[in-house]
């Protein structure tokens, strides 16, 4: 039997690909897995942001600026529903409450939707809040990295 072997980038840029109905149906039912991007455009000069969805429930948010440069966090997630994720950051030096206790940051239930968007670099399908502009922490929608 032939075994076809296929490069990793190809093969990603084939599952994450929000042209395809079935790609973004599947995210909605099993969660965003995989990295993203801020929108492609201009603004990157300025900030530009990733967050990476592993299918273990575990991920990165990674923040970078022009002003406060780059930052990292480690954070964990499940799906909450069909278009749905909890999210929750994890903290390296996670606050200690009076009695000793850990205090843990609460979770965050994330909404999301695909649609296409126009900017200064064209157009490409995001992922977004349906009452928002952004994602989560970020101002902006995310695009597969």
């Known amino acids: 039997m032939t075994r076809l072997a296929l490069d990793a980038p190809a093969w990603?840029?084939?599952?994450m690909n929000?042209?395809?109905?079935?790609?973004?149906?599947?995210?909605?039912v099993n969660g965003p897995v995989g990295t993203w991007k801020t929108l492609p455009g201009s603004h990157l000069l300025l900030f530009a942001d990733t967050i990476?969805?592993?299918?273990?429930?575990?991920?990165?948010?990674?923040?970078?600026?022009?002003?406060?440069?780059?930052?990292?966090?480690?954070?964990?997630?499940a799906v909450a529903?069909?278009?749905k994720?909890?999210?929750?950051?994890?903290?390296?030096?996670?606050?200690t409450r009076p009695d000793g206790t850990i205090e843990e940051d609460d979770?965050?239930?994330?909404?999301?939707?695909?649609?296409?968007?126009?900017n200064d670099s064209g157009s490409c399908w995001v992922m977004k809040q349906p009452e928002r502009h952004g994602f989560?922490?970020?101002a902006l929608p995310l695009a597969p990295a």
């Open 18 to 28: 929000l042209d395809d109905e079935r790609v973004r149906e599947r995210l909605m």
């Open 85 to 95: 994720i909890a999210c929750q950051v994890i903290y390296d030096d996670p606050l």
């Open 81 to 83: 529903g069909y278009g």
């Open 52 to 77: 990476r969805f592993d299918a273990d429930g575990s991920g990165e948010l990674c923040l970078h600026s022009a002003l406060r440069g780059e930052q990292r966090l480690r954070l964990r997630w």
């Open 136 to 138: 989560w922490e970020l």
């Open 107 to 118: 979770w965050s239930y994330i909404a999301f939707v695909f649609e296409r968007q126009v």
């Open 12 to 15: 990603q840029a084939r599952a």
